[in-house]
């Protein structure tokens, strides 16, 4: 019995009003970032407006325009914000309409970038080759689309695993790694614990080096500490170096790090997250001498470059390398040829480990595309330009006080409080003040340990930030703080 068809399609049985209905959605997001300093930053979500996300699975559909409608009243107004200029927290970019254009184009090509002969691939390896000029780095360099610095670390560590222990530690697995050490900053980004962990390495084989008074790495106790652990009959294989410290922004000495791991034959990582970006600015790169030399670097295109989320990196100096890392040379399913749809090889799915992936590369060519290096220097400038603003108006506030050195574009003080009143009301106070500030919609910085104290951070990296966000947060810190203190010391 023939099975209609009609019945298995998802596509509209009018194109015309889907193409109505899509024109009034995409209005509505141009709408929202064109008005969206108008907007709280951030807003506490009422009980009422969860309420609709615990229903039941729905067996029946609901039409195109009324599911926009709970999106427009029940989801957009209560999302965390980081679209806005008055955003500071974490590290998280603000997005360009560009890059939401391209994401609707890589979803309507709905193109899996796993691999296979296509366009799409070809897109990526670009991206590669600019990252590579970018960073000095040869021919051979290879380079991946991931979800975040995150997993781009983890890869960074497998590969550093390979490279020490050859292509067996694939299925020897953690047998052959007992014995191993990797080193990183005490500032380094928990990621970084997690990637051993999740290679099978182990969290107790990575030391954590102390910090200088600059938040860097201290490199007189690395050495030293590879030395006693040599000396105990361990085998170091990893050193990650940081750019950009995801507390203060502080970027390890990566050029002697680079040094060292030569001399200790370690491969060297850099975690770069959002700090790799800055070799863009002809003012800012120069903080990155040495990340040159790295063996791999990991960075995110969704903070400082402004590309909507998820873009995150990963680039390898020696692409064979890379490839003995994940390649799996019994391909069935996935066998290649030399024409037709299976050529192309090696794969983007033969440098790491998803099969299946979205066409991140589309939304981060558009950007790079769109708006040229130069004018993305231009916004990495203004941030770091924006967070000497407020260092300079807080510095002249008796009220506030810095806690850390600004390194690029990340701005750490507190409330000053009284000298009788201990460190832990201390910290009490600047947090119920930061979190005023946030239910306000003022303004949304976030918070982060400094010395043993608690800090209200300033991460600027919203390409719509003016010097008036930085003035509206200072504002609402003078509003609120009065009564924050009251409270505390009455």
């Known amino acids: ?8 399609s998802l596509d509209p049985a009018n194109w015309s009003e889907l193409r109505q209905q899509g024109h009034k959605m995409l209005d509505d997001m141009f709408d929202y970032l064109e008005n969206v300093s108008e907007r709280p930053v951030w807003q506490p979500i009422p009980e009422a407006a969860r309420l609709p996300f615990s229903e039941r699975l729905p ?3 609901s039409s195109l325009d009324s599911v926009h409608q709970v999106f427009m009243e029940g989801i957009l107004p209560y999302a965390v914000g980081n679209a806005h200029p008055g955003f500071m927290g974490w590290v998280h970019g603000g997005g360009t309409p560009v890059g939401m254009l391209a ?28 990252m590579a000029e970018l960073f000095g780095f040869p021919e051979g360099t290879s380079g991946l689309f991931v979800t975040g610095t995150s997993a781009a670390n983890l890869i960074g560590v497998l590969i550093a695993r390979r490279r020490a222990f ?6 020897d697995g953690t047998q052959t790694s007992n014995n191993v050490v990797a080193y990183t900053s005490a500032a380094a980004h928990g990621c970084i614990e997690q990637a051993m962990d999740i290679a099978g390495l182990g969290r107790k084989h990575l030391r954590k080096i102390p910090i200088l008074a600059d938040g860097t790495m201290n490199l007189a106790v690395l050495q030293q500490s590879i030395a006693a652990d040599r000396a105990a009959g361990l085998q170091p294989f990893l050193v990650v170096g940081t750019a950009g410290s995801v507390d203060i922004g502080a970027i390890d000495d990566l050029d002697a790090i680079a040094a060292l791991a030569r001399r200790e034959q370690l491969h060297f990582h850099v975690d770069g997250a959002f700090g790799a970006m800055a070799m863009l600015s002809p003012v800012q790169s120069k903080k990155l001498k040495g990340i040159e030399l790295a063996d791999t670097i990991a960075m995110d295109f969704h903070k400082w470059l402004q590309v909507p989320y998820d873009a995150g990196f990963l680039l390898a100096r020696d692409g064979e390398l890379h490839l003995s890392t994940f390649d799996d040379e019994q391909k069935t399913y996935l066998a290649r040829d030399t024409r037709g749809i299976a050529a192309g090889s090696p794969w983007p799915c033969d440098l790491g480990p998803d099969l299946s992936r979205s066409f991140r590369a589309l939304k981060t060519w558009f950007t790079i595309k769109v708006y040229g290096a130069a004018k993305l220097a231009q916004v990495i400038d203004h941030s770091c330009e924006l967070a000497r603003y407020l260092e300079q108006r ?10 850390a050195p600004v390194n690029l574009n990340i701005v750490c003080f507190r409330l000053r409080c009284p000298e009788d009143v201990s460190n832990a009301v201390a910290d009490a106070i600047n947090r119920e003040l930061l979190i005023a500030i946030q239910e306000s919609g003022a303004a949304a910085p976030s918070s982060t340990k400094v010395n043993g104290h608690l800090v209200i951070r300033a991460a600027l990296f919203n390409h719509r930030s003016t010097t008036a966000d930085m003035d509206k947060l200072l504002a609402a810190i003078a509003r609120l703080s009065p009564g924050i203190l009251a409270a505390h010391t009455l």
Do not use: C, F
């Open 1 to 8: 019995m023939a099975v209609p068809e009609s019945i298995s």
């Open 59 to 61: 067996a029946q559909g």
């Open 103 to 130: 994401e609707m184009l890589a979803a309507g090509l709905n193109a899996n970038l796993g691999g296979r002969n296509q366009i799409p691939v070809e897109v990526e390896r670009q991206i590669v080759r600019w």
């Open 166 to 171: 050859g292509v067996e530690v694939r299925d």
């Open 394 to 403: 807080i510095n002249a506030d008796p009220t506030l006080e810095m806690m």
